[in-house]
Nanobody, 127 residues
Framework: QLQVVESGGGSVQAGGSLRLSCAVTAWTYNGNCVGWFRQIPGKEREGVAALYIEGGTTYYSDSVKGRFSLSKDLGENTVHLQMNNLKPEDSAMYYC????????????????????WGHGTQVSVSS
């Protein structure tokens, strides 16, 4: 059964770092895009970063560009989100999602692009 499982959340002080991991577990995963979103209560889910696996292209929101970076471990079907220089406004529930097809500049940050979601992992950054 195809599943997406996040791990690595926690609490840090501003300026600190966390590494989130997204494991896509299944007999086979034929999709080609893994995205990270975050959400705080009362607000819409926000696209943070995405990786187009086949091409290796990465996408980042302006709010995290230069601080967050994606990497992949295809042997483990895992995508990592390294988050550096964290700010209090980065505090949110972070979700990983898998898309059935490719993603690109026009759709990587749209929740509708993704069909499988994890349960989320909480990130809290204190000032």
């Amino acid at each position: 059964q195809l599943q997406v499982v996040e791990s690595g959340g926690g609490s840090v002080q501003a300026g600190g770092s966390l590494r989130l991991s997204c494991a896509v577990t299944a007999w086979t995963y034929n999709g080609n895009c893994v995205g990270w979103f975050r959400q705080i209560p009362g607000k819409e889910r926000e696209g943070v970063a995405a990786l187009y696996i086949e091409g290796g292209t990465t996408y980042y929101s302006d709010s995290v560009k230069g601080r967050f970076s994606l990497s992949k471990d295809l042997g483990e079907n895992t995508v990592h989100l390294q988050m550096n220089n964290l700010k209090p406004e980065d505090s949110a529930m972070y979700y990983c999602a898998a898309a059935e097809g490719a993603c690109g500049e026009s759709n990587w940050n749209l929740p509708a692009t993704y069909y499988l979601w994890g349960h989320g992992t909480q990130v809290s950054v204190s000032s």
